[in-house]
């Protein structure tokens, strides 16, 4: 019931954010003791009803005899407690006759956290359950922004079936078929920001936008560059607004402090072609001067924080899709920074010898042999493994597991990108 109610709930992704997703099902048993489902519902749009009061909606309008009088509510984040843009949760679900509430994750948050609590002190039987992965994954990221500040960081590649990203030369971008590339685009137009590397922006001059379908938003694009080496005249910076590197679909550059206090024009430049610049502290693990990079903990910390109004409607970032080359990733991985992975393996290997892997500096070469000798990658518990609809390459997905419980069902895993 907790995995069909992440099904539901996944319907929000890029729609309810800042707001964690959420999804509900309402069940009842049947004659012979078996659950039967009297509602499903979501949380569908920042500052829209709830999932519970969804749910019960849907219920109504399904003519259930009683309504949910004496269903038991699967709720994947614990009901809510406290007046916002809605009324409380528990509130909806003490009148509608519920008896029993489960939940997969507790609300951390000190308004309107505490409705286990509040349903047990009417009698209703209130409980927590991990069983669920993919209910626990769903508010991940904005359990996760409350918590440490920093965002859901999804770090997505393409490779070949021997873990190659990229030719010697740098060439890329044949790797994954269209199929795969439209479910890019697809997670672009639902996540806040998109991050890459200057290696990405100097070899693929990318643009990392939504080109297909309707985004849900536009994700602002943040380049690391330490020393302010993008191109003026790369297409990043080409289809940039000069309202601001911050608003939706801006680009960001990111350099070291001292960078930036050294290199006024540059900055300057760059600030009269309506891109921000983000002065960002140096990486500690690379010492010497001259060879300074930005330290990606203090970058990931700053765009989600709201003092540079990223995010939605400036409220910080709380997921970002990472598309960058090997060295970016490997930085990402060595830090612990990721949170989860998206691969794309195409059916053929790449037979050069200089061809680079999904993950560089780093003993992590491919997260494929990692995952099953336990080393490695063995906070990242699997998620999807399954072929692309329409074509022959293959998704594979990971996440770090905070509960480290080791589960592995993935019964119901919904499609995060429809
Ligand atoms: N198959 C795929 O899915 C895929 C996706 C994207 C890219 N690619 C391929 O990847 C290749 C580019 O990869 P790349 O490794 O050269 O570039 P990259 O990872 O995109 O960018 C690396 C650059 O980021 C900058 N950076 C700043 N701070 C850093 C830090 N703390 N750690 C690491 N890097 C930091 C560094 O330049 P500074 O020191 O100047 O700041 C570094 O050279 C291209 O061939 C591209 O086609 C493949």
């Known amino acids: 019931m907790l995995d069909l109610a992440a099904r539901a709930g996944w319907r929000g992704f890029g729609l309810v954010e800042p707001n964690p997703m959420v999804g509900c099902v309402l069940a009842r048993e049947g004659p012979g003791g078996e659950p039967r489902v009297v509602g499903v519902g979501h949380h569908r749009r920042f500052g829209g009803i709830h999932a519970e009061r969804d749910a019960l909606a849907d219920c109504a309008k399904r003519g259930e005899p009683g309504g949910a009088r004496g269903s038991t509510a699967y709720v994947t984040l614990e009901p809510c407690n406290g007046h916002g843009k809605q009324p409380p949760c528990v509130e909806a679900l003490i009148e509608a006759g519920v008896v029993r509430v489960v939940f997969a994750e507790r609300d951390p948050s000190a308004t309107k956290g505490g409705g286990s609590d509040a349903l047990a002190r009417t009698g209703i039987v209130s409980r927590q ?7 626990s994954r ?3 990221p904005w359990r ?4 440490t500040g920093l965002p859901w960081v999804i770090v997505k590649w393409a490779q070949t079936i021997d873990g190659r990203v990229a030719t010697g030369s740098g060439d890329s971008k044949w790797i994954s078929a269209e199929p795969s590339r439209r479910m890019v685009h697809a997670l672009r137009g639902r996540v806040d920001a998109v991050l890459t590397g200057v290696g990405t922006v100097l070899t693929d ?6 080109r297909v379908g309707v985004p849900r938003t536009r994700a602002v694009r943040v380049v690391v560059d330490s020393n302010l080496r993008t191109p003026l005249e790369s297409r990043l910076l080409k289809t940039v607004s000069k309202s601001g590197g911050s608003e939706p679909g801006g680009v960001v550059i990111a350099c070291t402090s001292s960078v930036f206090a050294r290199d006024a024009d540059r900055v300057e430049r760059f600030k009269r072609a309506g891109v921000s610049v983000l002065a960002c502290e140096r990486d500690p693990t690379k010492p010497c001067a001259g060879t300074e990079q930005v330290d990606l903990a203090d970058l990931l910390r700053r765009m989600a924080s709201q003092h540079h109004g990223l995010g939605r409607n400036g409220s910080g970032v709380q997921t970002v899709l990472v598309e960058a080359g090997p060295r970016l990733i490997g930085s990402l991985l060595r830090a612990s920074l990721v949170d989860e992975i998206v691969a794309f393996t195409a059916p053929f290997a790449l ?9 560089e500096s780093t003993s992590q070469q491919s997260p494929f042999g990692l995952i099953h000798d ?6 990242f518990r699997p998620g999807l493994a399954r072929l692309v609809r329409g074509c022959d390459d293959m998704l594979t997905t990971w996440w770090r597991d905070p509960n480290n419980s080791g589960r592995t069902s993935r019964s119901a895993a919904p499609n995060q990108t429809e």
């Open 205 to 210: 001059d990318p643009l990392l936008d939504c």
């Open 129 to 135: 359950s991990l069983v669920s992965a993919w209910a």
């Open 351 to 359: 037979p050069d010898s200089a061809a680079r892997p999904a993950s």
């Open 144 to 147: 996760k922004h409350l918590a």
């Open 374 to 379: 336990g080393r490695g990658l063995g906070t």
């Open 138 to 140: 769903l508010s991940a």
